[in-house]
């Protein structure tokens, strides 16, 4: 029987292990396989505005909180409960930034952009934080890509963005995606519409929901795309606001209509559609998936609209302006589901096999040289035998297996391998470039 050592004799106590750390909720980590889609994306879409002569822009996560108050609005979703505000170590108040725009905006009339030539377009991308209840497709970071215009208010532009929108969904290979497209006015016509509609709810009062109630003094336009069953029902019958536009909102958004006919946009005129932020006026878009028209809002792979006023609310110059930005994380669910095979395939010219602990050093050095020298490289640093290593030289479809045991690293010499035909010969290690590129070629 064999003996048993004392120590072993003593029951061991299993470790404590220490509890892990996850994401912040609503939030979550983009790894490699994913990044394959976002690039596709942002790649994409980047060349589209690059195209269209737009110039990128970067602006910081965060701003000051007055920023969004006043640009996106006191009474809306975002600024009433969905902000991640907090007040700095030195006493200022300051809010992660839920969404593009209001940035590039406060940048604009900051950088002194109205001085540039007009119109100035540009387009920006990065996280966005929402402190609202995580689900499906929408989280407390997510990503958004977007673009604007600024200087122009032309319905050329209103259509030349929707088409920019439109052309960047195709070129990801998305078409079953619709327009949702509808004016909200100007705020002298607006004005006017939601005294209308203020009437028509007030009297229908008790057949709301409990939010809509609440919103109904603030802001009754969003009264129109609450998702509530019983409000659907009430906002049928409300007036809208297309047969409530003044002559010149009026003219403008048939011209836009007009601009995406010319263009065989295809688009849905969506008379609830109002969008969640103060600053739009006139034209308002959304671009939904096809089969997700139930959920809307919270399905809306992206959206946008003029914001004819926000530049002079945020302190700068009348100007017009018009915009759009897309989801990321929503558009990449897409993407994913169409199956695309995206993820680039490793092959490699040369791939490094080594034995034995003298041979990894040289073969280090080995890889450095042939990468300086723009030569596809592949190694497996581990411990694993000749054979397996040459496994994966295959695998990756290496065209030449670099071999380094301990003789050759003591005598300064590699033996060369052609995969195909399995003919070997040693060379001299100062050589390797040549020899590689050689053999290549042969
Ligand atoms: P919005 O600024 O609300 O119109 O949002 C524009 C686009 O950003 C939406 O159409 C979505 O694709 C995306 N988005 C907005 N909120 C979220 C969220 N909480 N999580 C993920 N994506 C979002």
């Known amino acids: ?29 983009i790894l490699p396989p994913e990044q394959f889609i976002w690039d596709y994306i942002l790649h994409n879409s980047r060349k589209i505005c690059q195209d269209f002569g737009f110039g990128r822009i970067e602006t910081p996560i965060l701003e000051n909180t007055d920023l969004f108050k006043r640009g996106v609005g006191q009474a809306t979703d975002i600024v009433e409960k969905e902000m991640f505000s907090f007040e700095t170590q030195g006493g200022d108040n300051v809010t992660m930034r839920p969404e593009g725009t209001a940035g590039v905006v406060r940048s604009y009339i900051e950088n002194g952009m109205s001085r540039w030539s007009q119109p100035v377009r540009l387009y920006y991308e990065g996280s966005m934080f929402r402190y609202d209840k995580p689900q499906q497709g929408r989280f407390r970071e997510f990503h958004q890509f977007g673009a604007e215009v600024f200087g122009e208010e032309g319905s050329a532009i209103d259509a030349q963005i929707i088409y920019l929108a439109w052309k960047i969904f195709q070129k990801l290979g998305l078409r079953d995606v619709s327009i949702q497209i509808n ?30 109630k609440r919103r109904l003094e603030k802001n009754p336009m969003r009264l129109l795309d609450c998702k509530e069953e019983k409000c659907l029902q009430v906002a049928a019958g409300a007036p ?27 688009y849905v005129l969506n008379p609830s559609l109002v969008r969640g932020l103060d600053y739009y006026t006139r034209t308002v878009f959304e671009i939904w998936a096809d089969g997700d028209e139930g ?6 792979l992206g959206g946008g609209g003029r914001y004819d006023g926000l530049v002079e609310l945020l302190g700068g110059e ?18 994913m589901k169409m199956g695309l095979d995206l993820e680039p395939k490793v092959v490699k010219d040369v ?3 080594q034995l034995g602990d003298m041979a990894r050093k040289k073969v280090m050095k ?3 040289k042939l990468v300086d020298n723009n030569i596809l490289v592949g190694e497996s640093l581990g411990k694993g035998s000749i054979k397996s290593q040459l496994r994966t030289a295959n695998k990756v479809r290496a065209k030449l297996a670099l071999i380094v045991g301990q003789k050759e690293a003591i005598d300064g010499t590699v033996i060369i391998r052609d995969m195909d035909s399995g003919m070997q010969e040693t060379v001299i290690l100062e050589n390797i470039v040549e020899d590689v590129r050689r053999m290549l070629k042969g």
């Open 240 to 266: 809208q606001i297309i047969d409530n536009l003044c002559d010149d909102c009026n003219t403008h958004f048939k011209s836009v209509l007009e601009f995406l006919d010319e263009l065989e946009i295809p």
């Open 366 to 368: 080995i890889f450095d």
């Open 183 to 212: 004016s909200i006015g100007c705020p002298t016509c607006r004005n006017k519409y939601k005294k209308l509609l203020t009437d028509y709810y007030d009297m229908k009062i008790n057949k709301l929901c409990v939010d809509c």
């Open 295 to 300: 959920e809307s809002r919270q399905a809306a």
């Open 1 to 29: 029987m064999p003996r048993v050592k004392k120590e072993e004799q003593v029951e061991k106590k299993p470790r404590k292990k220490a509890k892990p750390i996850q994401t912040v909720k609503g939030m979550k980590d």
């Open 351 to 353: 791939f490094l096999v």
């Open 318 to 335: 009348p100007t017009p302006a018009v915009g759009f930005s897309f989801g990321v994380e929503r558009v990449a669910d897409k993407v």
